[in-house]
């Protein structure tokens, strides 16, 4: 269905596919991040505790902020809406959960057991975003009196500004990112072959595939490699990876069809 059947003018049908387009940016990330630390959980403990603390940076950065901005700016609107209360109230209850399942993983423990707790972040973030996308968005979308445009705008400034919520703070994270090791097979410390992270696109809903590849390769540290393999040859994919990041990443096929397609992304 069109954005445009939900809202009540053109810009806002805009900043609706907008919205649901960053939404599925955040959790094609997401799963990429969590699609790496499921790989390395079982083959490299320290190549699993770079991407677990990673993905805490990530959401420390982008979802957590994202969920107060919400609570400060989309959801006390929607609140007003007729027969909405209990719908906004459930996604604060759900915004506590995240941060919940996000403080979990911030302790290093064992890797089994941080493998389940993004598993469970994953999961839980998808089906939450996709309650916002299908009921809060279209319904502030289609109120009349309400802008969703000038909301969203509102949002994106207390994010620019680095105060979400209009007060509630969030800590500062830096990803870890080693600068030495080959990412293979010489004896310099970086992890051979057998232990690259790898990302089958195959299992991604198709929305998501090239955010999940982004994601994934923001959390292979410099010197080392992930694995990614396609249902087909990725060039548009490539030169997205080129674009966003020139120079940054060395391509190496390593299987070429006919059911998938293995490359080797290494980064230098």
């Known amino acids: 269905m069109s954005a445009l059947t939900f809202a009540s003018d053109p810009e806002d049908a805009t900043a609706l596919e907008a919205a649901e387009g960053h939404h599925a940016r955040m959790a094609g990330e997401l799963a990429g991040r969590v699609a790496m630390l499921l790989t390395a959980a079982g083959r490299d403990r320290d190549a699993a505790e770079r991407i677990r603390a990673g993905l805490v940076a990530f959401c420390d950065r982008e979802i957590l902020p994202h969920a107060a901005a919400e609570e400060a700016v989309l959801y006390p609107a929607a609140r007003r809406l007729p027969d909405s209360r209990l719908l906004v109230e459930s996604l604060i209850a759900e915004h506590s959960c995240l941060t919940a399942l996000v403080d979990a993983l911030r302790t290093p423990s064992d890797t089994t057991g941080a493998a389940a707790d993004a598993r469970a972040l994953q999961v839980f973030f998808e089906e939450h975003v996709a309650k916002e996308n299908g009921l809060v968005l279209p319904l502030l979308a289609a109120a009349p009196g309400l802008r969703l445009a000038g909301l969203l705008t509102d949002m994106h400034d207390r994010l620019d500004h680095g105060d979400p919520s209009g007060g509630r703070r969030f800590p500062d994270t830096q990803e870890s990112r080693p600068e030495s090791g080959c990412g293979g097979g010489c004896g310099c410390g970086g992890e051979d072959e057998g232990a690259e992270p790898e990302l089958d696109v195959r299992s991604v809903p198709h929305a998501l595939r090239h955010a999940a590849v982004f994601g994934a390769l923001d959390a292979v540290p410099a010197g080392n490699a992930m694995v990614l393999v396609a249902p087909h040859d990725p060039l548009p994919l490539l ?24 490359l080797r992304l290494s980064h230098h």
Do not use: C, D, H, T
């Not at 030169?239 to 293995?262: C, H, K, M, N």
């Open 239 to 262: 030169r997205q990876i080129e674009q966003r990041s020139p120079g940054r990443f060395a391509v190496e096929y390593l299987q070429r069809g006919p059911e998938a397609w293995r």
